[in-house]
């Protein structure tokens, strides 16, 4: 029987369905928190032993202690530098947050519209270079933004007339849109060099 009935979600609030490596096929896919296997690639983890283990909850924002010593300030998860291919730290505060204020149900409606999002930008648009910029973007813009974006992709694909098999020209085009939208929400999803 499964701890975590949506390993979607971190216990620590990591959005683990918008990562890079939940969608990585092989041996260095990540199950997402307490998914099959979790336990062999992740055997130390405090937050499941507190959270999932000891208290028997989904995430730390249920807990009447959250958030404890084990977070940092919103600002200092902001500040820190993310792996390049995933900004893990820059959703956790907000995460648990809105799940504190709103619950998980509603979380998880909002997290499986962005992963549905990104399943398609993933299936019809990546190149295989782009799904860690587009797992940045499902991370970090606004639902409506993401939404928005594929629309617009999808309408410049069919107006200039890109063959559906240019994968290349159709990932250009959406990243070219997203970082438009990203750069208007004052969103960095593209280190600045």
Same mark, same amino acid.
């Given at each position: ?26 041996? #260095? ?5 307490a998914?099959? @296997? $979790?336990?062999? %690639? *992740?055997?130390?983890?405090? &937050? =499941? ?5 000891k ?32 900004? #893990?730290?820059k ?5 648990? @947050? $809105?799940?504190? %204020? *709103?619950?998980?149900?509603? &979380? =998880?409606e ?15 648009f ?18 409506t933004?993401?939404?928005s ?11 200039? %007339?890109?063959?559906?098999n ?6 250009q085009?959406?990243k ?18």
């Amino acid at each position: 029987m499964p701890l975590k009935t949506h390993p979607t979600i971190g216990c620590c609030g990591l959005d683990c369905g918008l990562c890079p490596r939940f969608y990585t096929a092989g041996h #260095s896919r990540c199950p997402g928190c307490a998914g099959p @296997n $979790f336990f062999n %690639k *992740h055997p130390s983890c405090s &937050f =499941i032993t507190c959270c999932v283990k000891k208290k028997n909850l989904e995430v730390c924002a249920e807990c009447s202690e959250f958030p404890c010593s084990k977070f940092k300030s919103d600002e200092e998860y902001q500040q820190l530098q993310g792996s390049s291919s995933y900004p #893990s730290s820059k959703k956790v505060i907000p995460n648990l @947050n $809105f799940i504190k %204020k *709103h619950g998980i149900k509603k &979380f =998880i409606e909002q997290q499986r519209n962005r992963i549905k999002l990104l399943e398609t930008m993933i299936k019809n648009f990546d190149d295989g270079r782009s799904r860690s910029f587009f797992c940045k973007a499902a991370t970090l813009l606004e639902l409506t933004s993401l939404t928005s974006s594929l629309d617009k992709a999808t309408q410049k694909i069919k107006t200039d %007339k890109i063959k559906q098999n240019d994968v290349k020209k159709k990932a250009q085009i959406l990243k070219e849109i997203i970082k438009k939208t990203a750069f208007k929400e004052g969103v960095e999803l593209v280190k600045k060099k």
